[in-house]
């Protein structure tokens, strides 16, 4: 089976910063796939350099084998994008913008009318495809992005932030289209900050930081790596502290604070019974137990340093990826 | 689908080049407000005021109306600006507002999407060079003379050239322009000059040889030349070599362009 993406050594720069910074990733066909990362991480110049909006300094970045500079046609048909940033022809009704995208990629006429009122249905925005971007409301416009991104029923669907700013409404019927499409075959490739999205989409995750891929798995075996929280109350606090769970080298830590006890360790569901035991044995009565399992979330602050405060920051991403500055207005000046 | 889809169907067009084309032309063509009625009401003003009213102090140029020695002039003067800013604005303005990357993340090639560009763009010129022939006609028609086109292929082949290498400039200041300003200022302080010294208004043997000899360094006046002669018959300079030349210079143009978005300049980081 032919990969979906097959990235090898990309690097980009944009002066003195390092973009990115030897990324190397092969997405499956069919897979779906979480790029998470803090703000800098290099996610949209990920993205960008895929559709051609960025060049690559360096490496190889193929599309279902086809490289993304000298085969770029191949490369940018398989692919359909919806951007954080809305950036969609404003001169003409909803439907279209999208006939136009779908004529760009070769579909007649015809045919891109039909599949434009498609894909207004599948958003549920198509009453409004007479209306101009302009004055569809937030969520609608979110929903648009992902109609434009369908209309040309691409092999490898990439949805950067999709959810950011939506309501949860949007957010669930988004994750059931997505689910829906990954099922019938669409590589899905998810760039996002909420963590929950990754966790509950994707088969597997990577994680970048500073231009660099930290991390390549699914969220579960992700989970697996970090500390689970074992936090014990008992009817009493003991008079002298037992040693517990000697030689176990998944344990990091045992804390006592009078009657509770908490102990920090990998695989914390698979230590519990034999807590559960050694405290028995010790005449221990057990009153309440507790295991917080790692969250996503966690291992990826922690492989991010702090998830925050990266430099560049996603506006120095984006201000080193746009040609040139915007003032955001989208004004409608006509010629 | 309307006809035109229906006719372009049956041609062997690249259907990504043809529709990116349509999406050009339909900008313009559905904003007449914006487009077609300046050059209406500005020439209307031009032929009143230059032809009829100062026209009749000045009398004949090279043996014609003067009113009827400026039509070929005021034709030039819309067709190319309107060429080169329409390219221009289409795609500084796409750049502005982000929306070029529709088509920079399509299975375009980037010379489907130049020619896409400047064809629109050109037609668009055209369009407006009738619009002006046709207010120049009505007016001359009824106040002087019968307007004749002595030269009916040569006027055809010079006004196409000229709104094709206009358009492919316009390409150029729409992909090096940073601001809105700029393209104001390449339409005032360059085009608008190089038209008006351009034999518009008067004729080359008014003026003195050294002047005249500078005048021949302005590309504009082989293409005012050139539709003159395609409408009067008259030239003052080879009309021949004069469309020879402007063809070799929208190839070469039109290959900076191509070139230009290759590269990503001004599209791509």
């Known amino acids: 089976m032919t990969n979906a993406l097959e990235i090898t050594n990309l690097r980009k720069s944009y002066g003195d910063v390092q973009a990115l910074d030897g990324v190397s990733l092969t997405v499956p066909e069919g897979s779906f796939f979480g790029l998470l990362g803090p703000n800098g991480a290099g996610k949209t110049t990920f993205i960008s350099i895929l559709v051609g909006l960025v060049r690559k300094s360096g490496g190889e970045a193929l599309v279902f084998g086809h490289d993304v500079e000298t085969d770029y046609r191949a490369a940018r048909d398989a692919i359909g994008l919806a951007p954080q940033e809305f950036n969609v022809d404003r001169f003409f009704p909803i439907h279209e913008v999208l006939e136009h995208k779908a004529g760009y990629h070769g579909i007649p006429a015809a045919e891109a009318r039909v599949r434009a009122a498609d894909a207004l249905k599948r958003v549920g925005i198509y009453d409004k495809r007479n209306t101009r971007f302009d004055w569809l409301s937030g969520g609608m416009k979110r929903r648009f992005m992902i109609a434009r991104a369908l209309v040309t029923e691409p092999e490898l669907l990439i949805l950067d932030e999709p959810s950011a700013g939506v309501d949860v409404q949007l957010r669930r019927d988004l994750w059931d289209l997505v689910t829906e499409l990954n099922e019938q075959g669409t590589t899905i490739l998810l760039t996002t900050h909420y963590i929950e999205e990754a966790e509950r989409l994707c088969d597997e995750v990577a994680i970048l930081d500073s231009g660099r891929v930290v991390a390549v798995a699914s969220p579960e075996a992700l989970k697996g790596r970090g500390a689970d929280h074992i936090t014990i109350h008992l009817h009493n606090a003991p008079h002298s502290r037992p040693q517990l769970l000697v030689g176990d080298d998944r344990v990091e830590s045992i804390e006592w604070n009078d009657d509770q006890l908490i102990v920090t360790a990998r695989e914390g569901g698979l230590i519990a019974p034999t807590l559960v035991r050694e405290l028995d044995r010790e005449g221990l009565e057990i009153v309440d137990m507790e295991i917080a399992r790692t969250s996503l979330e966690e291992i990826f602050v922690e492989m991010t340093h702090s998830g925050v405060d990266r430099t560049p920051s996603d506006q120095d991403e984006k201000e080193h990826a746009a040609p040139i500055a915007t003032d955001g207005g989208h004004g409608e000046r006509t010629q | ?269």
């Open chain 2, 1 to 269: 689908m309307s006809a035109i889809d229906r006719l372009a169907a049956r041609t062997p067009l690249p259907v990504g080049f043809y529709t990116l084309t349509k999406r050009e032309i339909l900008r313009y063509v559905r904003r007449p407000k914006n487009t077609f009625a300046p050059p209406l009401i500005t020439n209307i003003l031009y032929f009143s005021v230059f032809g009829v009213v100062l026209g009749a102090r000045v009398g004949e140029i090279i043996g014609v109306p003067y009113i009827l020695f400026i039509l070929p002039g005021l034709i030039v003067l819309g067709a190319i600006s309107n060429a080169f800013e329409n390219a221009s604005f289409s795609i500084f303005h796409g750049r502005w507002n982000e929306y070029i990357h529709e088509t920079l993340t399509s299975p375009l090639s980037y010379t489907q999407m130049v020619w896409a560009y400047i064809i629109s763009a050109a037609f668009r010129g055209l369009l407006v060079g009738v619009i002006i022939a046709a207010v120049g006609v009505a007016i001359i028609s009824s106040l002087y003379q019968p307007v004749p086109v002595e030269n009916p292929f040569y006027l055809m082949a010079f006004m196409i050239v000229i709104v094709l290498l206009f358009a492919s400039l316009g390409v150029v200041g729409g992909l090096l322009a940073t601001d809105f300003d700029d393209l104001t200022m390449m339409n005032q302080f360059i085009l608008r000059p190089l038209v008006f010294f351009g034999a518009v208004f008067y004729s080359l043997n008014d003026l003195t040889p050294l002047l005249r000899d500078i005048s021949l360094l302005n590309p504009m006046v082989y293409m005012v030349n050139g539709v003159r002669y395609g409408f009067l018959g008259v030239a003052e300079v080879d009309p021949n070599l004069s469309l020879a030349v402007l063809a070799g210079a929208t190839v070469v143009v039109a290959s900076i362009d191509v070139w230009l978005f290759k590269r990503g300049y001004g599209l791509t980081d």
